[in-house]
């Protein structure tokens, strides 16, 4: 007869023997990224990114050489009193930083792309090529 040990909770260990070696990246659990949502409608598309407390200055939107659209937030505060009568035993600082990259469909009008903050929210309106455009945009090769 062999012993079997019960654990109450013997989910979580399988995941964590699955999980737990060194082909999976560790990450660090306090680090938080921004939620996404990604719509598409007849006329595009709309990228919406969850960004509460932040400015339009924090953002950074492109597309790269690859025509993928390339989302960047990068936020520093750091919190001073310049009271010279008051000794301070911490002060308080936060760095944020987020990458986000996008492979874009070939359907769309990348000269018109553009992006707003408001209300806590980036949104990114991603325009679709008509089909008069994509019909200009194919040209017919000549055999020779």
């Known amino acids: ?6 654990h109450g909770n013997w989910l979580p260990s399988v995941f964590n023997d699955l999980f737990d070696n060194d082909l999976m ?3 660090n659990t ?17 990228v919406e990114v969850a960004a509460p407390g932040l400015s339009k200055e924090d953002f950074n939107v492109r597309v790269d050489e690859d025509d993928n659209l390339v989302i960047t937030l990068e936020k520093q505060e750091e919190k001073k009193d310049e009271n010279k009568e008051v000794r301070y035993l911490r002060c308080e600082f936060s760095y944020s930083k987020f990458q986000q990259t996008m ?4 359907n769309i009008d990348k000269d018109k792309i553009s992006a707003k903050v408001e209300n806590g929210v980036l949104s990114i ?5 008509s089909e008069v455009d994509i019909k200009k945009a194919q040209r017919l090769i000549e055999i020779v």
């Open 1 to 6: 007869m062999t012993l079997v040990r019960r």
């Open 25 to 27: 990246l560790r990450t």
């Open 30 to 46: 306090g680090s938080t990224a921004p939620a996404i949502n990604v719509k598409e409608t007849v006329d595009g598309y709309l």
């Open 103 to 106: 492979i874009l469909p070939d």
């Open 125 to 129: 309106d991603i325009p679709k090529l």
